[in-house]
């Protein structure tokens, strides 16, 4: 009799567990499933930057690399700061 109840238990847990488990699989998981697979960061283009972080980080480097660059011409045409040739000290 307990070899009996023991069967039918195992009969009964291994049928819901094929249940559940296959149960639930319908053709758009599987392709849901499949995509993530194909690409699991789609909004990532380098490790951690999406689009839009790189295009902002070129803008912004973009923007000093032109600022320095005035600067860079100031320095050229000797307007950046006074004359060190005098023996006075200039105001």
């Known amino acids: 009799m307990r070899n009996r109840r023991t ?3 195992v009969s ?4 819901a567990a094929g249940a559940f488990l296959g149960a639930c699989e ?3 998981s599987w ?4 995509d993530y697979r194909w690409n699991p960061s789609p ?7 999406r689009r839009v ?8 480097t973009s923007d000093e690399n032109w600022r ?14 006074p004359s060190r040739l ?4 200039v105001p």
Request: glycine share 4%; hydrophobic share 45%.
């Open 7 to 9: 069967g039918i238990t």
């Open 12 to 15: 009964l847990a291994v049928l």
């Open 26 to 28: 319908s053709r758009e």
């Open 31 to 34: 392709q849901a499933a499949s």
């Open 43 to 49: 909004e990532l283009d380098t490790l951690h930057e």
């Open 53 to 60: 972080d790189m295009d902002n980080q070129v803008a912004i």
């Open 68 to 81: 320095q660059f005035n600067a860079d011409v100031g320095a050229w045409i000797l307007s950046d700061r």
């Open 86 to 89: 005098s023996i006075y000290p």
